[in-house]
């Protein structure tokens, strides 16, 4: 299992520091951003398990924000705010918050609520799923999922099967994430809230195999889906989508 990683989002640097650094300390991988447009960043470029979001954010409102996530993404968020009161906590809920911790905090709680959320979200909620998007053009390739069809930079049409183009459009809509075998697995529906299952690692590899040799042009030594070591696989290449 990767180590979680963790969103902190606060425009104060001290308490976004501190958050960060105990959260760190605590076994997490985590990174600190003060704004949306960081949010933007950090989940276009890499794997995102949780976000710890202010509500507070400057002249950004979080409850806005995590609002527009939720449109795209089921990344599990717990609002961090200085308003405790219940109606702004049900705010924060309505918005798509899957807790509400208010400030001043326990570190120690705080931890406490983080792994409680990832342990209860049984889904792909480290994935930044492009929903909407359901052309994709990768390395001179067009693939259309509402058609299943797969065009080779040459102009030909390459035939996948339908759990070929399921992995494919969940590596198109992460590229340059590494992702470990069971988060494709419960991506691609194989798992479900099932445990992580030794079998259904090797299944992984054996479809990513069948994928390499028709897109490939050296399968044995792949350009586009590379192997990330001690964690699973990625996609290395720019990836563009049309709605």
């Avoid at 985590?30 to 950090?42: L, N, S, T």
């Avoid at 924000?65 to 089921?74: G, S």
């Avoid at 054996?206 to 050296?218: A, F, H, P, V």
């Amino acid at each position: 299992m990767a180590i979680p990683r963790l969103l902190v989002v606060d425009d104060d640097p001290e308490m976004c520091a501190m958050m960060v650094g105990w959260l760190q300390r605590n076994g997490f991988s985590v990174a600190g951003v003060h704004d949306g447009a960081g949010i933007a960043e950090q989940m276009a470029h890499r794997r995102v398990d949780l976000i710890l979001l202010d509500v507070m954010l400057g002249d950004e409102s979080g409850l806005r924000l995590c609002q527009t996530l939720r449109k795209d993404h089921d990344v599990p968020i717990i609002m961090v705010s200085a308003l405790s009161a219940d109606d702004q906590r049900m705010a924060g809920y309505r918005a798509g918050a899957d807790d509400y911790v208010a400030k001043p905090f326990n570190p120690d709680l705080l931890v406490a609520r983080v792994r409680a959320v990832l342990s209860r979200a049984h889904r792909a909620a480290s994935l930044a799923y492009r929903r909407k998007a359901h052309n994709y053009q990768f390395a001179g390739w067009q693939f259309d999922t509402r058609a299943a069809s797969l065009r080779a930079p040459g102009g030909f049409d390459v035939a996948l099967s339908a759990r070929e183009r399921q992995l494919l459009q969940v590596f198109l809509a992460n590229p340059d994430i590494p992702l470990t075998r069971e988060e494709i697995a419960r991506a691609m529906d194989i798992q479900g809230d099932a445990p992580a299952d030794p079998a259904e690692g090797r299944a992984i590899d054996m479809l990513i195999g069948r994928l390499r040799s028709k897109i490939e042009d050296n399968p044995k030594d792949p350009a586009l889906i590379r192997t990330a070591r001690g964690i699973g696989y990625v996609l290395s290449c720019r990836v563009e989508t049309l709605t």
